[in-house]
């Protein structure tokens, strides 16, 4: 099982093709002084789709790994406009995101598409980051847990169990607005999502924090139990800033 500090990049709709070269190129001098940085940490960009080769080659014979943001329920066939996972993985990817709350809220995602997709990852032996998270209307009416309870029933329905998995706990109110959760409630949610996934059979994971993760947070909440590192968004774009975060 791996245990080493996950860190996640989500760049969300930033970069182009060159500023993605770019930041791969000050973020693997950022690093290179820290010699053991692949043996205890493992990085992952997900780039925009158009991005993915760039990030691909210029990641390519390093232990970076990428994915894609998002992606078709469908792996190939008459679905314009949609992203295909099968191309994405051509590339290179070996990971996908799926179920951010930018795509629940603003694209109408729900439980059964994220779950059609997680499986479709599976199928193809990428490592699905499923993101769960409760909006501040639902912490405020202490739902929190059966909000992230009901997420991962449903998002991991019929998913393959030995396979490894990625969660990244990501409280919405959180997210792009400074507001970041407190240690307590990070290490309580973590508790009982980490409880629940061996309820569920699911032992092969790993859990990730996101939500306003920056260079001056980072140490204080990777220490926290059942944390085992990050999804990043706005301080990830930045290549010293999530150095930085790296090697909190
Ligand atoms: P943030 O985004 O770090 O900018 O809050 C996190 C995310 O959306 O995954």
Not at 4 to 27: H, M, R, V
Not at 208 to 233: C, M, R, T, W
Not at 240 to 248: E, G, L, M, N, Y
């Amino acid at each position: 099982m791996n245990s080493k500090k996950i860190f996640a990049a989500n760049w969300k709709l930033n970069k182009t093709p060159i500023e993605s070269e770019q930041f791969l190129t000050e973020f693997k001098n950022q690093i290179l002084g820290n010699k053991n940085f692949s043996e205890t940490k493992e990085v992952i960009i997900f780039p925009s789709a158009f991005c993915l080769d760039a990030v691909g080659k210029k990641t390519a014979g390093t232990e970076i790994l990428f994915g894609p943001q998002n992606i078709s329920a469908e792996k190939s066939g008459a679905f314009t406009g949609e992203n295909s996972v099968e191309v994405a993985q051509s590339m290179g990817a070996k990971a996908a995101l799926i179920g951010h709350s930018e795509r629940r809220q603003l694209f109408s995602e729900t439980d059964l598409l994220i779950n059609k997709k997680i499986k479709l990852t599976q199928s193809l032996k990428l490592i699905p980051v499923f993101c769960i998270g409760e909006t501040l209307q639902q912490r405020e009416a202490n739902t929190t847990e059966a909000i992230c309870f009901a997420q991962l029933e449903a998002g991991l329905a019929g998913a393959d169990k030995v396979q490894r998995l990625i969660i990244a706990y990501e409280p919405v109110w959180a997210i792009g607005t400074g507001k970041v959760a407190s240690v307590e409630q990070v290490a309580s949610v973590h508790l009982q999502i980490s409880k629940k996934l061996k309820a569920m059979e699911f032992f092969n994971f790993q859990l990730l924090y996101g939500g306003s993760v920056k260079p001056e947070n980072a140490k204080e909440l990777l220490q926290v139990p059942h944390v085992d590192g990050f999804l990043i968004g706005g301080a990830s774009l930045d290549p010293i800033s999530f150095a930085k975060i790296c090697q909190a």
